[in-house]
Structures are given as structure tokens and as C-alpha cells.
């Protein structure tokens, strides 16, 4: 077997043709499918399935027990929780296979965003950047960025920081009490504002 620059685990399977990035762990019972293509620096934990037309970019932390399939596109930095669960067709038949890349509705979860555990996501969907979704949430719709989603069907509940952090808007305006960044709530958007000693350096 050739060496690599990645980790996998005795016990995982990645096909001839996936590409894995530069120091990657995948754990324990993982499948990797030919066509794949996992970032640098990411996480895989146990029993993690990626889809040959999947995709995955740096940094992200995949938790045990979930399946990224067909037509799913993780950004930088995600996260996604325990058993966190991913669909690709809106109206799935066992007698009426649906099984080519026309059947399947992209997700795009963006950069930073974070999926509770059990969090469920209905395909067709994009999740804005920073947005956190609550344990056992079901999400059917677009969610904004920076949103922090709960709830069966996922309803907005209020706003995250960058850092995580649950902010709490003064008018149209919050900052960040963890880390003092600066937001403008503009509809129904969260707009990042540069701090006025951020913008002078």
C-alpha cells in the first residue's frame, strides 16, 4: 500500500479514485467512495460514509454515525454532530429507483456552519455561513447566515456570533459579548460590521 499524508484506520475502506487532503484522520468502520473528495486537516469520526459525487472542504469535523451523500457539498470548517442526517431525494420510492446525478438535489452547507446532533437536512437546502442548528432539528428550508435554527420544522430563533455565541440585539444591533464583533440585523439578514478599532488596523 502506498504511503499517504492522511490517517485511516485499519478497519475504514477508502476506494481507488477518492481524494483525500493533507493530514486527514478518518477513524474506525469509515467508508471513503471512488470520486470523493475529502480536505485537508478534516475529522472523520466512526462509521462516517462519503458518496462518490460528495464533497467535503478543509477543517471539517464529521462526528460518528453520519452518511454524506450524493450531492452534498460541506464548505471549510463545518461541523457536523453525531448522527446528524444528510437526504438527497425529495420524494424517494424503492420500486421507482432514483439513482442518477439528475435525481439528486444539491445541499451546500457554507463555510463555519455547525449541525447539531440528529439534525436532520432535507435536501435542496442552502445553510448560510456561521448558521447553527439546534439537536434534533429538522431544517426543510434556506437558512440565513449567522442563524440559529430549532425546532421540527426549523424556525429561526435568534443569531450567532462567529464564535458561536448566542447574541442578543440592542435595537437592530448586537455585539458579540465573548468576543466583541459587531452585527447589524438588516430584514431578515445578519450583516457582520467591522469594529471601529478592527477597521483602523
Known amino acids: 500500500m502506498a504511503e499517504t499524508d492522511y490517517f485511516v484506520h485499519e478497519s475504514s475502506y477508502v476506494d481507488e479514485g ?5 493530514d486527514t484522520r478518518i477513524w474506525h468502520f469509515c467508508h471513503i467512495m471512488s470520486g470523493a473528495r475529502v480536505g485537508r486537516e478534516c475529522r472523520l469520526g466512526q462509521n462516517v460514509v462519503v458518496a462518490g459525487t ?3 472542504g478543509d477543517n471539517v469535523k464529521i462526528q460518528n454515525n453520519v452518511s454524506v451523500y450524493d450531492g452534498v457539498v460541506l464548505e471549510d470548517n463545518v461541523f457536523c454532530g453525531p448522527s446528524c442526517v444528510f437526504t438527497n431525494v425529495k420524494t ?3 420500486a421507482y429507483p432514483r439513482n442518477s446525478a439528475d435525481d439528486y438535489l444539491q445541499t451546500l452547507v457554507k463555510h463555519d456552519a455547525s ?3 440528529n439534525a436532520t437536512i432535507v435536501c435542496g437546502v442552502t445553510l448560510g455561513e456561521f448558521c447553527l442548528v439546534a439537536a434534533g432539528a429538522v431544517v426543510t428550508r434556506e437558512v440565513p447566515a449567522y442563524a440559529l435554527m430549532a425546532g421540527v420544522p426549523a424556525r ?3 443569531w450567532v456570533c462567529e464564535c458561536g455565541t448566542t447574541l442578543r440585539l440592542e435595537g437592530a444591533e448586537a455585539t458579540c459579548g465573548a468576543c466583541e464583533k459587531c452585527y447589524e440585523q438588516v430584514e431578515e ?3 457582520r460590521r467591522m469594529a471601529r ?3 483602523e488596523n
Open 156 to 158: 429561526r430563533i435568534g
Open 189 to 191: 439578514h445578519l450583516l
Open 54 to 56: 460528495a464533497r467535503i
Open 92 to 94: 424517494p420510492r424503492s
Open 197 to 199: 478599532n478592527e477597521s
Open 115 to 117: 449541525l447539531g446532533a
Open 18 to 22: 477518492a481524494v483525500i487532503g493533507k
